[in-house]
């Protein structure tokens, strides 16, 4: 079992940065793949970025890509998003994710930490 918990959500004005962070429980963090997922009001849950176990591959968004960049420290246990030039279509509550897959799709991870807000103001 794993658990993972996120952080660094907040109120940020368009344009402008954040880092969040997921930790996560357990000690095979390196054997899994690791995603971010966002879900706005009364849409779906979309794909946001995934990384390898290794770390070495990643996948992203076109909506997010060159402005978002995954990364992990597996000594730490722990995945990162940093968020720059933010925009006001990424207010979403963001979910960390881990899994066996490496996917965009949400049937790919077996764990899922509680999510995030992030909102940004125009």
């Known amino acids: 079992q794993v658990q993972l918990v996120e952080s660094g959500g907040g109120l940020v004005q368009a344009g402008g940065s954040l880092r969040l962070s997921c930790a996560a429980s357990g000690r095979t963090f390196s054997s899994y793949n690791m995603g971010w997922f966002r879900q706005a009001p009364g849409k779906e849950r979309e794909f946001v970025a995934a990384i390898s176990g290794s770390g070495v591959n990643t996948l992203y968004a076109d909506s997010v890509k060159g402005r978002f960049t995954i990364s992990r420290d597996n000594a730490k246990n722990t995945v990162f998003l940093q968020m720059n030039s933010l925009k006001p279509e990424d207010t979403a509550v963001y979910y960390c994710?881990?899994?066996?897959?490496?996917?965009?799709?949400?049937?790919?991870?077996?764990?899922w930490g509680q999510g995030t807000q992030v909102t940004v103001s125009s």
């Open positions: 994710a881990g899994g066996r897959g490496f996917t965009r799709t949400t049937n790919g991870y077996d764990y």
